[in-house]
């Protein structure tokens, strides 16, 4: 069974940084694409950072120039570093990510339980 389960969230100050990991469990050919999404009470959740197969990333303007997306492929891990946080970056951070389970499977899409993220000013 395919588990995606977030760390790193905590109480950081306004202009801190915070990194996120996102470890994937279980049998897997191949994570094809990934990406980190956020909700902050009463809100919808928003997409945050994104990357493809060919290695490309996109993110919200919201957070272009201060986060980053990478994965490590050996670990099977997804990361985001976020630097100089601001009190609206407050929110629940879930990964996502679509999986091959093996070599000529289909490709499914699987969600962490999230990470709190909370900034002080």
């Known amino acids: 069974q395919v588990q995606l389960v977030e760390s790193g969230g905590g109480l950081v100050q306004a202009g801190g940084s915070l990194r996120l990991s996102c470890v994937v469990s279980?049998?897997?050919?191949?994570?094809?694409?990934g990406a980190w999404y956020r909700q902050a009470p009463g809100n919808q959740r928003e997409w945050v950072a994104s990357?493809?197969?060919?290695?490309?990333?996109n993110y919200a303007d919201s957070v272009k120039g201060r986060f980053a997306i990478s994965r490590d492929t050996a670990k099977n891990t997804v990361y985001l570093q976020m630097n100089n946080l601001k009190p609206e970056d407050t929110a629940v951070y879930y990964c996502t990510a679509e999986i091959r389970r093996s070599v000529g499977g289909r490709k499914q899409t699987y969600w962490g339980q999230g990470t709190q993220v909370t900034v002080s000013s």
């Open positions: 279980g049998s897997i050919f191949s994570i094809n694409t």
């Open positions: 990357f493809v197969s060919g290695g490309a990333t």
